[in-house]
């Protein structure tokens, strides 16, 4: 089945500079990739996604990139500001248990004025 | 639309007693799914559903059940608490018609067993 890795597990900046999360897949037949924000005592929430027959997608200051032959994706937040303090899933579909989402460990980011 | 609700939000249960957590979805999604969050890691799959009457076992299903008679409600059914239920539980649902993957989840219940 399908195996998702992501680091690193806790990342500081300051307020203003870039951060990049990075994701690894296992299953080569997977084809989407969601980045999901879990701010404290709340539900993830997608904050953008990306498909397999796409390299990039850009949101604002958020971006994602997807190499298929490397099998890794990451997440590119430019810009960063205190609210950005949150901690930040990947995940990948699961092509049996109903396209139910596989999730990598978490990022803790913090971001510092 | 309410989204994804969950009650309770907070419970704490004794070892051997049996409870319910509720999920409700209001947006006529014909998947939903339930997830436990251990601290410090991702959120793994308990149980999911691809419709009505319709359920099947996801990674880590042993000590749960769930039914889903009506397309809105998905309830987790804990029957003889153990501490190792201790965990954050999440649902969710998606659509999947539109070829939209967007999984949209619940504020999650916080559950203790002592």
């Known amino acids: 089945g399908e195996n998702v890795e992501q680091h690193p597990s806790t990342l500081s900046v300051q307020e203003g500079d870039s951060a990049v999360i990075k994701c690894t897949y296992s299953d080569s037949a997977s084809n989407y990739f969601p980045w999901y924000k879990q701010e404290l005592g709340k539900g993830p929430q997608l904050i953008i996604d990306?498909?397999?027959?796409?390299g990039e997608k850009k949101d604002q200051r958020i971006a994602v990139t997807l190499n298929k032959t490397a099998k890794h994706f990451s997440l590119h937040i430019t810009e960063t500001q205190p609210e950005d303090s949150a901690v930040y899933f990947c995940a990948a579909i699961r092509r049996e248990a109903g396209t139910a989402l596989i999730f990598g460990k978490g990022t803790t980011l913090s971001v510092s004025s | 639309n309410a989204g994804v609700t969950q009650t309770p939000k907070f419970r704490i249960l004794k070892i051997g007693q049996s409870m319910t957590l509720q999920c409700a979805q209001d947006m006529n999604h014909n998947y939903m799914y339930w997830y436990r969050q251990d601290p410090g890691m991702g959120l793994k799959l308990i149980y999911y559903s691809v419709g009505a009457g319709i359920t099947d076992k996801g990674e880590v299903p042993n000590g749960y059940n769930v039914s889903r008679s009506t397309t809105e409600d998905f309830p987790l059914r804990l029957e003889l608490a153990a501490p190792s239920q201790t965990s954050v539980y999440f649902c969710?649902?998606?659509?999947?018609?539109?070829?939209?993957?967007?999984?949209?989840f619940g504020p999650g219940t916080r559950l203790t067993v002592l």
């Open positions: 990306i498909r397999s027959n796409v």
């Open positions: 969710a649902s998606r659509l999947t018609s539109g070829g939209n993957n967007e999984q949209f």
